[in-house]
């Protein structure tokens, strides 16, 4: 989850959404334009969408932050910078069974 301002409006979901160093005015799932701060994307949406009534100040927006806590978003930021040595990313990769070897499948009988 990113960090993000989000208000809902009967005109449909209004949010400030951070998107690497930039931040992003969208309505629904459309997006109005891009940003350096999150209060020029609060004024492009108030341009932008006038009969919305929205709040004038980001303050008054529910602030989402970014879920660090989560083990996904975690692992995600801990493997951001490693390099794996050793492996050809235009290799194919290899399927290995599990099944452990001599053990017979389950439609194949002992007998010959």
């Not at 993000?4 to 931040?23: A, D, E, M, N, T």
Request: include cysteine; proline fraction near 6%.
């Amino acid at each position: 989850m990113v960090s993000q301002y989000v208000f809902p409006s009967s005109r449909g979901l209004f949010r400030i959404v951070k998107h690497g160093h930039r931040w992003r005015s969208l309505v629904e799932a459309k997006e109005v334009a891009r940003h350096d701060s999150a209060e020029a994307a609060l004024d492009a949406l108030l341009e932008a969408c006038p009969q919305a009534r929205l709040p004038q100040t980001l303050s008054e927006w529910r602030y989402v932050a970014e879920a660090a806590y989560l083990p996904h978003a975690r692992l995600a930021r801990a493997t951001n910078g490693i390099r794996v040595i050793g492996i050809d990313p235009s290799q194919p990769r290899v399927r290995r069974s599990r099944r452990a070897g001599g053990r017979p499948s389950r439609d194949v009988t002992d007998h010959g």
